[in-house]
């Protein structure tokens, strides 16, 4: 179903039409069109009931008066609900005398967010037909995810390690491709985490947590590493003894804040006094922090 939020009146909508735009300043020739300046766009939704995000509308012109037009939310195909995931802070958007853009501002609710989950909703422009740009049309696809807030403290104490290096590589502590471990802050750094034993007994590495972009929570390892020693799990020595390693080139390793999750590419690597001896390859490794309870019970009834 379709529901127009707010219709221009029919003055207004004759008024965008009526001659006077700068044409010193087109954009495109001379056609005068106006349009979401993207077709699709993604929202992260703070816990913050005072944050609204900005869906941006672009006009190819600008004209020398004020150009005002309604909105319209699309039910269909909407997973959103309005009044319930979000709502708009107006029904109507200005494109002020001589600019060449506006914004509708929306509120996200962060209550209603389920975690993990992304939901979308559509909006069209109520303009005249002359003002519509047929490559691009008069509607976009808005989608919001939750975003929880970072603290560090989400990701020290007992932790479950999932790693495709343990299931090619056990070596002789492992006997599965999981270890539960424990992790904790470093003394001095911010973002920094410990992690002790992280795959094999007595070899400690940290992990660095960016929460600069909540759109693209990354983690990150330094380079030189040491993970083990090269004889307890190839079973021969190739470099000077030690497996080292460092964050994977060209793979994206992030974490959730809301799961208290990381998903980790690190590249694994043997050296002898510095110099390169070889690549073992590219890993992937899943970080869970669990409570003392459910590590209570791994212990228990899985031995880990």
């Known amino acids: 179903m379709k529901r127009i939020i707010t219709v221009i009146s029919a003055a207004t909508l004759l008024a965008a039409l009526v001659p006077g735009c700068n044409q010193e300043r087109t954009t495109y020739s001379d056609a005068e069109y106006v349009m979401f300046a993207d077709t699709m766009s993604l929202h992260m939704i703070p816990d913050d009931a005072e944050h609204y995000f900005a869906v ?179 079973g021969i020595i190739r470099g000077d003894n030690k497996i080292l390693t460092e964050s994977a080139q060209n793979y994206v390793s992030y974490y959730s804040a809301c799961e208290n999750f990381a998903a980790l590419w690190s590249h694994m690597y043997v050296e002898n006094l510095g110099t390169p001896v070889g690549s073992v390859g590219n890993f992937y490794t899943i970080l869970e922090w669990v409570s003392d309870e459910e590590a209570d019970r791994l212990q228990r009834e899985e031995g880990m």
């Open 56 to 234: 941006q509308v672009a006009s190819t012109k600008s004209c020398d008066y004020d150009r005002t037009f309604g909105v319209e939310v699309i039910d269909k195909d909407s997973k959103a609900i309005e009044g319930l995931h979000y709502r708009l802070k107006s029904n109507t958007i200005t494109i002020p005398a001589g600019k060449l853009a506006t914004e509708i501002l929306v509120h996200g609710n962060y209550a209603a967010l389920e975690i993990a989950d992304t939901v979308n909703f559509n909006l069209r422009l109520v303009m005249p037909e002359q003002l519509e740009w047929e490559f691009y049309g008069n509607g976009t696809n808005v989608k919001m995810v939750k975003s929880c807030p970072f603290a560090l403290e989400n990701y020290t104490g007992w932790c479950v390690v999932t790693s495709t290096f343990l299931q090619d590589y056990p070596g002789v502590d492992n006997k599965s491709i999981q270890r539960l471990i424990r992790t904790e802050k470093h003394p001095t750094e911010e973002n920094l985490v410990i992690l002790h034993d992280w795959l094999f007994n007595g070899y400690d590495v940290t992990l660095r947590f960016d929460p600069t972009d909540p759109a693209e929570p990354k983690v990150s390892m330094d380079s030189d590493q040491v993970i083990s020693d090269e004889a307890s799990v190839f």
